[in-house]
């Protein structure tokens, strides 16, 4: 059955493109057929974190109405396929968001998994790519505002009717002092935790190679949590572990 995953956070910063791109990228790994969309309209980075900026056809001409959602499909060359927003500000007071479900639609008949990257906050953009979920996704960091925004996150997703699933913790730092506990996070948010990202210089490598980071460094501590939570979505067992150097490194 197909299903279409939101991924949100209530603040902006937290590694929310960065998990929806590795999210995709390892499900893709994994035998399903994923496309993942920006659909952050007024500040999309999909593209960008590809290499692909500037598109002929993009998001906003779907919910324009001046192309198909095909039509504006492309593959990168890990296999994942992508619906990227524009840059361009010039038509987004033109764009009604809440079309955004309506593409939803039209793109579970096409792939496996559809995956949101939506809009930090909880403003307009973000409320529609939540109302247009099957299951919703928070992503934070172990601090306390990213955590505060990501509890009123999931109050608003509880009142527009939905559940999430879980909560991903980013740029986790090792024998950190000054970062909340990960079971504290989950106190407070009395929400399951998915995974775990450890802080790693690999991220950012990844995103100036204009790939996953599942794709550049798939051995590296991050890529293996993230490969972990892809297969929790989809109930698959994975137990990979982390290469000779990552060990070394970690010890040291």
Known sequence: MSRLITITSGKGGVGKTTTSINLATALNSFGKDVIVVDANLTTPNI??????PIVPISLNHILLGKAKVAEAIYEHESGTKVIPSSLSINELRRINHKKLKDVGKKLRRMADITIYDSAAGLGEEAIAAMESADELIIVTNPEIPAVTDALKTSKLIEQLGKSVKGVI????????KTQMPISNIAEMLELPILGVIPEDERIQQSLVMKDALVHTHPKSKPALAYKKIAAK???MEFNEKPSFFDKLFGRY
């Open 233 to 235: 979505l989809v109930n």
């Open 169 to 176: 913790v980013t740029r986790v730092k090792k024998n950190s």
């Open 47 to 52: 593209g960008l974190h590809l290499g692909a």
